[in-house]
């Protein structure tokens, strides 16, 4: 690759869209030629100012409001799947002889579900009123040594806290907040402009909990994980895999 | 409007993750947080209208697309001298922002303030490609869908975008470092 074919791709280049093959033929120029170094240096320079300095304008509160009112003014409401579910179970249940196993296994199941949407409900309740309001940390650190006694010293436990800035995803402080009728180890995360809210709190032994799978809910996407007799809810507006990812370093770190 | 049809579950999974990105794109093209919050608001109408069209996937590019197509209409019904020609050559002057005496140069480059400015003063069809690369971390193929242009192009407006950002007056400092090579 010549100086020319590089100065063409060097877009592309920096922004990870080169094929492997000319990826390689372009390093290999580059180990060469200082100034096609130079100018990829520059652009990096470039491109690490924007990423930097240019602020990232989240959508404010009032955007989101709005948002939701037309979605309610247009919508006739959400009646119509539920209605459907119940045609489903009505059936099932007259479908004959295994109709009452059948009965006894759905209800559990809702029960089960029911226990930890409640959960979940509220993990995205709490969320969403520390990023609406201005109490997004009663413990403003990204010092995992100040957030972990904070906490510990509220709680009838102690959370593990953990910063994984390393990894985009730096520790901003902790809070707390109730979850599931008790108080809740709330760890704040930021992932670019979005905030993370992971609840910790430790497994209850006498039941389960049923969220496996990771969930949406109003907008929200919601994670779980557990580890080490702890378990988490991680609670955003970021995309699912980012937060499964910020919940993977979460359960592989915990001691 | 009522739209009894629409899946607002469906929709709302679809479309309310999107709402910072769809804003920031919209403050970044309307300039102003006020005209950006409008946008928005009017995208998410038309989204509302369009949902049947929508088949699931992609709904990052999908709603950023409405949100883009609400921007330049509401800049060509309240600011039409903004809508310049992104292939004219002329508009590489553009990019400096209202004859700025060298003292003021100064000052604003003391500040980070200077780097925004300058990306604002570019043209939109340049600030947009810029914005989605950047800013919302779009793959080439996601902003060639959004902006509705071929992927090459693509490529060549961020090249021209950055090239304009880095011989940009207000960013002399980033000039400086880049003549310091010869």
């Known amino acids: ?255 | 409007m009522k739209l009894p049809h629409v899946d607002r579950k469906r929709f709302e999974e679809a479309v309310l993750p999107q709402l910072d990105a769809a804003y920031n794109l919209a403050r970044w093209l309307t300039r102003s947080a006020g005209d950006a919050e409008d946008v928005v608001q009017d995208a998410c109408e038309r989204a509302l209208r369009y949902f049947d069209a929508f088949r699931g996937g992609d709904a990052k590019s999908w709603f950023l697309t409405i949100v883009r197509h609400a921007c330049y209409d509401w800049i060509k019904r309240n600011r039409p001298a903004e809508i310049a020609p992104v292939e004219a050559e002329v508009i590489e002057d553009a990019a400096d922002p209202a004859g700025l005496t060298p003292e003021q140069i100064v000052m604003r480059d003391a500040t980070t303030a200077a780097l925004d400015e300058a990306i604002a003063a570019l043209p939109a069809g340049y600030r947009e490609v810029l914005i989605l690369r950047e800013l919302e971390d779009l793959s080439y193929k996601e902003i060639a869908r959004v902006v509705d242009i071929p992927i090459g192009t693509v490529m060549s407006r961020l090249a021209r975008a950055r090239g304009m950002l880095q011989r940009s007056p207000v960013l002399h400092s980033i000039r400086e470092r880049s003549a310091g090579r010869g």
Not at chain 1, 106 to 114: F, M, P
Not at chain 1, 133 to 149: E, F, I, M, W
Not at chain 1, 153 to 167: G, H, M, Q, T
Request: charged content about 25%; proline content about 6%.
């Open chain 1, 1 to 255: 690759m010549d100086c020319h074919e590089t100065t063409a791709l060097l877009q592309a280049y920096s922004d990870d869209e080169l094929d492997p093959v000319r990826s390689a033929a372009m390093e290999r120029h580059l180990i060469g030629c200082a100034e096609c170094a130079a100018r990829r240096d520059e652009l990096a320079k470039l491109r690490a100012r924007i990423r930097n300095e240019v602020p990232y304008y989240p959508a404010p509160q009032p955007v989101r409001a709005r948002a939701l009112a037309a979605i309610e003014a247009a919508t006739a409401g959400p009646a119509r799947p539920r209605r459907e579910r119940w045609g489903w179970l009505t059936a099932g249940a007259l479908a004959g002889s295994a109709a009452t196993v059948f009965a006894w296994f759905i209800g559990t199941a809702a029960l089960e579900w029911q226990a930890t949407s409640d959960i979940v409900t509220e993990a995205v309740a709490n969320h969403s009123r520390a990023t609406l309001g201005n109490r997004l940390v009663d413990v403003a650190s990204s010092d995992q040594h100040t957030v972990k006694p904070w906490l510990s010293a509220r709680l009838d436990y102690s959370p593990p806290v953990r910063d994984f800035k390393e990894d985009g995803f730096p520790l901003v402080g902790g809070r707390l907040d109730y979850l599931d009728g008790r108080p809740v180890a709330t760890l704040v995360y930021k992932y670019r402009e979005h905030t993370i809210d992971v609840f910790m709190r430790p497994v209850d032994s006498g039941k389960p909990t049923a969220l496996r799978r990771p969930t949406t809910l109003r907008g929200f996407n919601v994670a779980h994980g557990s580890a080490g007799g702890m378990e988490c809810w991680a609670v955003s507006d970021v995309n699912m895999d980012v937060l499964t990812s910020l919940v993977q370093h979460l359960t592989s770190t915990a001691s």
